[in-house]
């Protein structure tokens, strides 16, 4: 009897603690990608973000709205902000502002999305440059509770030693992590399931995004936006990144799609997330 007991408590211990890890996944929307659309009309931008069923974004800008209007937007739709953005800038000279303006947003997380750097000639100058400005800003942000993340966009993945330059600044953040945007490290000629495997606990955030077949690629972080198209129907192994993020509890994913498509593709993106579950 006290085996059969055991058992029970084990079978139930597998079923609570699987069914939480998936729960931990949240989708969410990264709100470049409704630029556009914001530009015309925010109230019914943030609507249409909750018709889609959406709750959790990664922002930080309010287009051209006064901020607490912008809040008090997002409050209405059931819309909370758990990242922001922040310039590298920013981050370099002034990042007790960028304290401020997560807190105020109530965001746990901010990540930088760009390394400044000449023409295409990014290096390692520029990535050891870059580090000792993530590591100093992170570490005050992880002292106010907040977690820094760096979104790489290709151009960090050019070798360097016996890896690439992405490697050097993966070996040597101590007060920052990574935002892995699938697209981005695809177009790189890096894979990202491999990537999140390398670095288990270096991705705290993730972007999903999907390539059209046959997109010419390189690491020069720039591309044609409309070569985004819906989750499932590219050439990335949306699949196998998603299950992998989900394994490492990642737990915030967000949609990003920065084609003039958006408005149709992301419901049809999330359908295909939910037919993943």
Avoid at 141 to 155: D, I, N, T, V
Wanted: charged share 25%.
């Amino acid at each position: 009897m006290k085996k059969l007991q055991l058992l029970w408590l084990f079978l139930i211990a597998i079923v609570f603690f699987g069914t939480t890890n998936v729960l931990a996944q949240e989708v969410g929307l990264q709100l470049y990608s409704l630029r556009n659309q914001f530009k015309e009309d925010i109230p019914s931008t943030l609507k249409l973000i909750n018709d889609w069923g959406i709750t959790v974004l990664e922002g930080g800008d309010s287009y051209g709205m006064p901020e607490e209007e912008f809040k008090e937007l997002l409050t209405k739709n059931n819309l909370k902000m758990v990242s922001i953005g922040a310039t590298f800038n920013d981050l370099a000279i002034a990042p007790e502002e960028v304290v401020k303006k997560a807190k105020s947003y109530g965001a746990t997380y901010v990540m930088c999305a760009w390394i400044p750097h000449h023409g295409n000639n990014f290096g390692f100058v520029d990535a050891q440059k870059a580090v000792e400005v993530f590591n100093r800003a992170g570490k005050l942000l992880r002292e106010k509770g907040l977690k820094l993340a760096y979104h790489a966009h290709g151009f960090e993945f050019r070798p360097y030693g016996d890896g690439t330059l992405f490697d050097y600044m993966a070996e040597n953040a101590n007060y920052f992590d990574f935002e892995m945007d699938v697209y981005w490290v695809h177009h790189a000629g890096a894979d990202p399931t491999k990537l999140l495997k390398k670095y288990p606990s270096k991705f705290i955030l993730m972007h999903l995004k999907d390539m059209e077949k046959g997109t010419t690629k390189n690491n020069t972080g720039h591309a044609d936006v409309e070569t985004n198209v819906v989750l499932g129907t590219g050439e990335v192994d949306i699949a196998g990144v998603v299950a992998e993020a989900k394994r490492l509890g990642i737990k915030y994913m967000f949609i990003e799609d920065e084609c003039s498509r958006v408005v149709d593709q992301v419901p049809k993106s999330l359908k295909y997330l939910e037919g993943l579950k």
